[in-house]
């Protein structure tokens, strides 16, 4: 895992400071089925909310966003009133690392922190959720029960919930549910929300598509379909990354339909505007970024090596291939980075 430097200290990326520790606060956990205690859909994270409050009397203080991130709490959970505890690795989108505003919760104020805690399985009864603060001090750990249901009307109505978020954000962490958790029946209903003839529920859809570190190779053709329709048209400010998102989408089914569709865009790719330049710079960056076997990476490496032979002499064309062929080739000698 990738180190973070702040001032001078080296720290670990999912924990954002060691002991000592300073401050003190009070956890208390509710969890997102309450009030109505239908329970937990099953296939999902259990989501909690730890209710933070400052009962010292400095001020606390953690990187990045509104609340702290997840790294900033130990989760750990057990099923069905077993004995052992197991750790788990709660997240909720909130950065850990990089450069950016941070919070403070001054004394007597308190903060709510969402967190999605994975399962290990798709266990189905009630699992206990026990939080406590890594670099707070604490008089001990907020434990939850939760009831876990693969009733229909409860998962449906969290799947939802997930959509509506894609289409309509209102809350960073239902945005991170939808790019990180999301089940086939999410992952399909955003897939044909990119294919929708509106830039605007197009690119929102396909910016959560973008985040998704794979896709099924089933949404490659609507995918593919999906880069014919967008890439050619103007962007709009309110389309912003449209192009970009959906061809590195697209790319991330591995789908040869997906992959014949860029593949041909490069080949077919016009000279001239500003914006032409721009688009083949895309082109040439999502395919050096795109998954795949060492057969892949030498197809995309040909594809993005025949500009030169369609603009010889053309010294932005040629920086562009070599920026491309060099990183690709890299991956090829390097599978593994």
Do not use: C
Not at 226 to 240: I, K, L, Q, T, Y
């Amino acid at each position: 895992m990738a180190p973070l430097f702040i001032a001078g200290l080296l720290l670990p990326a999912a924990v954002p400071t060691d002991p000592p520790k300073k401050g003190e606060v009070k956890l208390t956990l509710t969890s997102d089925d309450e009030p109505h205690r239908m329970g937990s859909p099953v296939g999902w994270p259990v989501v909690v909310t730890v209710n933070m409050t400052n009962v010292g009397k400095e001020p606390i203080a953690w990187l990045f966003g509104d609340y702290p991130g997840a790294g900033y709490f130990a989760v750990q959970v057990r099923h069905g009133g077993q004995d052992e505890w197991r750790d788990v690795a709660a997240t909720n989108g909130q950065q850990v690392q990089g450069s950016g505003a941070g919070g403070r919760l001054e004394p007597g104020k308190s903060v709510s922190v969402p967190l999605a805690v994975p399962m290990e399985a798709k266990p189905k009864g009630w699992v206990e959720v026990r939080v406590r603060p890594v670099i707070w001090n604490a008089s001990g750990p907020a434990t939850i029960e939760v009831g876990i249901t693969d009733h229909p009307p409860v998962v449906d109505a969290h799947r939802a919930r997930v959509i509506a978020e894609v289409v309509r954000p209102t809350a960073p962490f239902w945005t991170h549910l939808a790019q990180t958790y999301a089940d086939e029946v999410v992952t399909d209903a955003v897939v044909k929300l990119a294919t929708v003839d509106n830039p605007l529920i197009a690119s929102r859809a396909a910016y959560v598509l973008w985040l998704r570190p794979e896709l099924p190779a089933a949404a490659g053709g609507d995918l593919a379909a999906a880069v014919r329709r967008w890439f050619r048209r103007d962007e709009r400010p309110e389309s912003g990354g449209l192009r970009r998102y959906i061809v590195f989408a697209a790319l991330k089914t591995r789908s040869e339909v997906a992959r014949k569709m860029v593949i041909d865009l490069v080949k077919d790719f016009p000279p001239g505007s500003a914006d032409d330049v721009r688009a083949r710079h895309l082109l040439i960056d999502a395919l050096r970024q795109s998954p795949g076997d060492p057969e892949w990476l030498l197809r995309a490496t040909a594809a993005i090596g025949a500009l030169t032979e369609r603009w010889p002499g053309d010294d932005d064309v040629a920086r562009q291939v070599k920026w491309g062929i060099d990183w690709l080739d890299a991956r090829i000698k390097n599978p593994r980075h």
